[in-house]
C-alpha cells in the first residue's frame, strides 16, 4: 500500500462536501477530469470506493463515510 496523498484525499473531501465532481472542480478552480482523477487514485490506493452515483450528484458509500 503506497502512502497516502493528502492532496486526493482533500479532493474527495470537497467533492463529497459539494455533493457532486462537477461542484468541487468549480470551487477547486480545476478541470471536472482533474478531480474525477484524483479521486479515483484514492480509491485505487485505498481498494474501496468512496463515492458512487446519487441522481444528477454523488453521495459517500459505506467506506467513504468511514
Known amino acids: 500500500m ?24 468549480e470551487r ?10 484524483q479521486v479515483r487514485e ?3 490506493s485505498l481498494g474501496y470506493a468512496l463515492l458512487k452515483p446519487a441522481g444528477r450528484g454523488i453521495e459517500l458509500t459505506d467506506a467513504g463515510s468511514a
Open 2 to 25: 503506497q502512502p497516502l496523498n493528502y492532496r486526493h484525499l482533500y479532493y474527495f473531501w470537497v467533492a463529497a462536501k459539494e455533493g457532486g465532481i462537477a461542484r468541487a472542480a
Open 28 to 37: 477547486l478552480d480545476m478541470a471536472i477530469q482533474t478531480v474525477s482523477t
Open 42 to 44: 484514492l480509491e485505487r
